[in-house]
């Protein structure tokens, strides 16, 4: 069998394993692992540094499927090259419960399979996290002769991938920052869903990509294997700019009835198809999930290979570690997720402060502590930073070096290159959201993205998937109510912090005062299993006097008793966020007149739903039934902690343009009519209990 | 006063309009007003085609400020040039407390405007949205002779709009559909909140939109009115693509110390700095407010001009209705959004099916019979039209004349060029979202957009302001559930029933079988002050027996009783959507073990909650506390319904990929699960009842 025998008969043990396996679960899609096998095969036979047998190893070339619907194509190329977890029989249960290979990859499920895509364009924007973290890896801890971290990041993606608003704002940011490892292999098979992309989708895509400062080349047919290694050869020389190779395909290519239609996108090919399919391609058509020895002691290779790569890269790092021990702990330690020792003992505490400081004010006190100590900590902002008090001072900016910014205005580094640990990430926050992911995705990176509340709407598809693969993201979300005041309804969230609450796996806090904003980034840095949302004030709240209140570490079980002296109140009243100060007023004013009420303070639903029945009873007593809760938002799951007998004072209307006061007071959220609400909640007119 | 002289004092006059107002305000965004202000009153006085005595001029030229921050430059113009409604008290009140000047522009409150904008890119999906209307209308009513329809859609952007993933989907789409008489004047002061572009955004704009199809023009300097002029001029002349116009500016233009920097952008200049602008640009310190006679004399003449302009249209339109009646009837009647009499009069009725059909496939039935009564009912899919069923069958697809698409598949109608009423938006949700919108705000529509319920993440910011703006739009939202199925978790809705729910102004439906769909269709199309959201399934479901059940127009309430013969009920079970039948199986079997049940269909918490407390009462009585509500959904806010000692069966995790009844089985989604859940609550175990 000489060589091109051999690259067909592997190309076509990768289209056929997808074949069956969508076949065998009646479900799934068969056109592109049909039409894109190819320019896999190159690239995971030929190019990809990876080691099958390790594949957590930190150097290693990613690769995303950004368009997941080709799951089939990726499990395959997984068997193949010999990924343990990605048995035959795995394959056999494509789409079944349970089994690693779901419809779309899942990362948190299957441990080689870099990031959970299906949603399309996603998986652009994790690439371009991976490919900043590998340049800021790159730019932190090599050193002469040490190159601890050189890979590339691929992405395979379709035309769906290419039409999403999330890939051009990643492409756009990619070639801004002149990624020039991140290389993109655009299978474009002109079919979608519903049909041609000429019904649609008819601009020059090659065009627009230069026009981002992308590197652009054109494969004119998907089946031409050395033109795709040539391309792969260019992009890889190319350092200086993100490379797109647009690859024309024909959709379910080899399938004689079905090829170049919509029909072969989607669902399965059907048995007759698959049989002339098979025989048109000269393949056997029996049994299914065939494995010619050939092809799989070629692919094998891969393993052999790899296992070399990885044992110099080993060697190598154990030189470097030689002379440069703190750098290679600090790598290992950041890739196993351990926090510093110590990383938290300096963090400001706040003295008791009637007038007190914005939560987002706190949060950028804290943050300047904690990037101080851990070096992990990157992230930015949607063009925001004046705003969110985000930006990292004395970390630099992560730029290009070819294209440092003038940085005289607002918040900027200057010259750090790739080493800078502050992402100005643009008006793009969909982008940053994935590309946050993509971070996390790529390990050793604790990554922050910052916007106001309202607009995590913009980047709500980038935060659902940071929940389902339970990544380590923190989302931080200030200017978080009707208190934003002047900017007006389409500025002023109301139902975003209940849309957040809304998403599984996702932790939401929303700290009362400064100290409480100091432990949520305690908790947010801790936490390691899943992405996290901070939640800030535009506004100045108070700061607690914590000689008299509880400790603030309470919210770290989500909610706690102010004032656990008052052991038997008649009501209890729950703020959270800015309201606490409110619900603290209250308290004053009703013990004044003879009312006895306990303070809870609940920045977090979930981690308080995470608690014991005991200790959740401890902080709201069954046998108190009045129960007033006081938060600027949506009234919707609050039943669930004031109970049947409960108030809910919230936001169930959009917001208002007026100064920020002025808003919360025709809103209702004053001392003032806290006290009336809980009054009234107890049967007691304001008017009578003050006679 | 020469003319040069006027020009510039009246450009003069809008500018000190807006910074004063900013001033007074302390709060806003004075940088772009004062740039801007020279193309913005060239646009206004030489070409915009609007009456200021009627902004409801259906033939009226639309023009959206995009960049909703700069409200204080529209509010000048709308003043300026004669609009009643914005008088210059309300200029004095921007951004206070229900004036009409709130810090983003709002239609829904200040009427002359076309556009709720602020949150950016969005205008420029609206404009889109808007320019698809025009060509439309124009494809559907003009008659040789009349051109009862022709005015152009005119955005004002700036570069935080032109870097939002929603610009880029709505721009290629624009492109795409050769749009011409869309005009894009692009402000780019090269400055965003935090810092100038060259931080984040050195792409090639230009070249960008030529990619798409677009006509692109540049002005290197924004104080250039002749340019500006002649930039105009080829714009309106080039009918087959749309047109953006590149006008550098220097942000803040006037503010000497401030000008070209961050500063000038979002926050008020400063008493000093506006003095020492105001002496730089020639302009009297005192009053604020000034508004010279000449200037304002000028400007009247928009209104003169915009008079002759409507009656001119208004004779053509009286000329239009003797030969062509039927139509201007329409027209009229489309504008006034009244139903056309008996539209609903042949929708259909579903009998009894045990086996029943999936609420997406009733949905595509009534959709059809629809849009032969309603012709105003447009809309089209993000590239699903063959997997929600919302293509609408003998209606054409809306397509540019000049591009016809091949039509070979798929689902496409084929040479309808602008009058097709299917518009494919492909693979962005985000700008279907807000072309939709759009489309609402030209008027004359009854538009919707659909894709599967996970992807309405994708277009939220979107969706939030068809809310806010109190829009006509109706969202059609299939794969409703975790019984998806194989598509797995990322394809699987878990929160975004609630988290759409969660929106003020906005009624869910999630009808439970085919005819309860039916009138969903009913009230989608009657609501006129709001966005209605469809919340449909992809797998089948049973249609109820209505000679055993109570009729389906009880969906109209919100919530109803199935079976209200059974009066004296020991529990409650309340199902949505596809877990109605679970409940209804479930009633069943229980009342064979002697239990009695009554069955509640809940397709919508808020027109429940709109019902009287006495209806609400007659569905859910005090009385009877064991309640089970059964929904493939967050289990938040269900408490509400339930009460304290309810039950609520529901998806609390996200979804797994295997065939949908396997997952919804393994998820507790089964007759026999409710069952046992029932008698749980009921004290009973299933062994003590049946034995």
Known sequence: MNESELDQLSINTIRFLAVDAVQKANSGHPGMPLDAAPMAYVLWTRYLKHNPADPSWIDRDRFVLSAGHASALLYSLLHLTGYEEMTLEQLERFRQWQSLTPGHPESHLTHCIEATTGPLGQGMGNAVGMAIGEAHLAARYNRPGFTVFDHYTYVLASDGDVMEGVQAEAASLAGHLG????????????????????????????????????????????????????????ARDDKERPSIIIVQTVIGYGAPDKEGTFEAHGNPLGVDEVKKTKADLGWPEQPPFLTPPEALAHFHEVMERGAIAQEAWRRQFAAYREQFSDLADEIERRFAYRLPAGWDASLPEFPADAKGIATRKASEAVLQATAKTVPELVGGSGDLDPSTFTWLKGQGDFESPLRPHDGAQGVVGGDWGYAGRNIHFGVREHAMGAAVNGLVYHGGFIPFGATFLVFSDYMRAAIRLSAIARLRAIWVFTHDSIAVGEDGPTHEPIEQLLALRAIPNMIVLRPGDANETRCAWQVALERTDGPLTLVLTRQNVPTLDRRVYAPADGLRRGAYVLNPEETQPQIILIGTGSEVSLVVGAERVLRQQGVRARVVSMPSWELFAAESAEYQASVL??????????????????????????????????GASAPGGVVMKEYGFTVENVVARALALLGLSKEEKTS
């Open 179 to 234: 990624l020039g490892k991140l290389i993109v292999l655009y299978d474009s098979n002109r079919v979608t869903l519903s049909g041609t992309t000429s019904i649609t989708f008819t601009e020059d895509v090659a065009a627009r990509y230069e026009s981002y400062g992308w590197h652009v080349q054109r494969v004119s047919d998907g089946n031409d294997l050395a033109a795709i290694s040539r391309a792969l050869d260019a």
């Open 621 to 654: 007593p069954p046998a108190v039934s009045a129960r007033l809760s006081v938060e600027a938002g949506r009234s919707i799951g609050w039943e669930r902690w004031v109970g049947p007998s409960g108030d809910i004072l919230s936001v169930d209307r959009f």
